[in-house]
């Protein structure tokens, strides 16, 4: 009782659309008032960039894919997911959110800590610990941000986007699961030595300066903007419940952890708020970003235009 | 937009054209430079890389310091460096890295998901617009029927 990877690569192919496929002058533009958009630029701005970097997550998760079928299928989402960056920046055009050169908005402090962090040790991270942080991040993306979008706006085109978008991230979220449980079906001994490594000090504290404020930060923001916590619970719940469906995702280490973290994360009365994420949001905030370096080249490469010459 | 084999080009004249490469890329390794030579702007869709040498080897490590040193751009390095289930032939070119990093250039490594009348559409969304395309003939007959 395999999982079919061929049928499903063949599925994503078959479904492939295009920004070109949608009109973006279509009528719904002025529902975006001056009130929403002043409320949703930021949340918009971080959507764009949690896509984006997730692309490159999965450009990350192709260098060490399990097979051929799953390096394709992970290539294709890699691509996906700039997809996605690139309507939701045509959607911030579309309602007047970028400025004359229609740029990417600045990312934040953390969101650039966590680019450097995916461009030095991005390729380096053993298999599991990626391919379980992915599927989380989805749903809590799928689940939380894109219902909570949907509900504030009300633009048919937005909501002609999301269908596609949200059918996508169903598949994706499908082959994460699927490949947690074909990891966790290998031999116990390698799934232990792929996890020690994942403990080398300076890639768990990298992980925890990094991530840890990057993700409280923007749990803050969105729950600030009316996200209601519930939602985020239900999308930690259903991370859990379809891991603890698979037959071998449970055998995981690195499941667990993320599992407990992400418990946390939604619960804001936990210590973990007082004593470690709210401490390193502040520092991190201090963080000068020049120290940081030029990001590589896949950070310029997203765009609002449907078509190049 | 016109579409080509992958020897049917050298009778185009591609002076001022768009053109777009679509070919396995031990033959795109090929035709790049002479084609960039002669396009305005030139697209190459890779599906999978492969190593390069300066020289008839068959050694890895020599296309490894190749791609290193001729290639500036650490992302653009990335993308040329094929991966663990690649092939392990290396193809001889002097110059397709050269070219590749023309400014009339552009290497594009998201999966081609269908040819349309005026260019490719790629994964990311993208529709990349060319007046010719040159693509290994089973494909060009394909399109065309
Ligand atoms: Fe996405
Ligand atoms: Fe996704």
Redesign the interface.
């Known amino acids: 009782m395999t999982y079919d990877f061929e049928a499903m690569l063949q599925t994503i192919?078959d479904k492939?659309?295009?920004?070109?496929d949608i009109d973006w002058d279509a009528p719904g533009a002025e529902t975006m008032t001056d009130e929403l958009r002043a409320k949703m630029r930021p949340f918009m701005a971080d959507l764009v960039w949690i896509e984006h970097v997730g692309a490159r997550g999965f450009a990350s998760l192709?260098?060490?894919a399990p097979t051929?079928v799953v390096?394709?299928i992970y290539?294709?989402f890699h691509?996906?997911e700039?997809?996605h960056a690139?309507?939701e920046l045509a959607l911030m055009k579309r309602w007047g959110m970028l400025d004359e050169d229609g740029q990417m908005p600045e990312p934040n402090i953390n969101v650039k800590m966590a680019i450097k962090v995916l461009?030095t040790y991005g390729?380096n991270l053993p298999l599991t610990g990626l391919a379980a942080l992915i599927p989380l991040l989805e749903c809590a993306l799928d689940g939380a941000l894109v219902k909570f979008l949907l509900d504030e706006v009300s633009d048919p085109v937005c909501h002609e986007v999301f269908r596609h978008i949200n059918s996508d991230e169903a598949r994706h979220i499908t082959v994460d699961f699927q490949v947690l449980e074909l990891i966790g079906a290998g031999p116990l001994h390698k799934t232990l030595i792929e996890s020690a490594s994942l403990l080398h000090p300076q890639v768990v504290l990298g992980l925890i300066v990094v991530f840890v404020p990057l993700i409280n930060k923007m749990r803050d923001n969105i729950v600030a903007m009316g996200l209601s916590e519930q939602k985020l619970y239900n999308a930690v719940k259903r991370y859990s419940s379809i891991g603890g469906r698979g037959e071998f995702t449970r055998r995981l280490p690195a499941y667990h952890v993320l599992r407990t973290q992400a418990s946390m994360v939604i619960n804001r009365s936990h210590p973990y708020h007082r004593f470690l994420a709210d401490p390193l949001v502040k520092v991190t905030s201090f963080v000068p970003a020049r120290l940081l370096g030029r990001p590589?080249?896949?950070v310029d490469?997203v765009?609002h235009?449907?078509?190049?010459? | 937009m016109r579409i080509v084999d992958g020897e049917g080009w050298r009778d185009v004249d591609l002076d001022g054209l768009?053109v777009g490469v679509w070919m396995p890329a031990a033959e795109a390794v090929r035709i790049v430079p002479a084609v960039t030579a002669r396009a305005r702007s030139v697209k190459v869709f890779q599906d999978a890389p492969v190593w390069v040498a300066p020289v008839p080897v068959r050694i890895p490590t020599v296309a490894r310091l190749h791609l290193r040193l001729t290639v500036r751009?650490?992302?653009?390095r990335?993308l040329l460096t094929p991966?663990?289930?690649g092939g392990r032939d290396v193809i001889v070119s002097r110059s397709y890295y050269r070219a590749l990093q023309r400014s009339n250039c552009k290497l594009i490594t998201?999966?081609v998901?269908?040819v349309v009348t005026q260019?490719v559409?790629?994964?990311?969304?993208?529709?990349?617009?060319v007046d010719v395309l040159i693509t290994p003939d089973p494909v060009r007959k394909a399109l065309a029927a």
Do not use: C, M, V
């Open positions: 192919k492939q659309w295009s920004l070109a192709a260098t060490k051929p390096k394709e290539e294709y691509a996906e700039q997809k690139n309507a461009d390729d590589q080249a896949w490469e765009t235009e449907p078509i190049a010459s | 768009r751009d650490t992302w653009t990335r991966g663990r289930f998201w999966p998901y269908a260019g559409r790629t994964a990311e969304g993208i529709e990349h617009r």
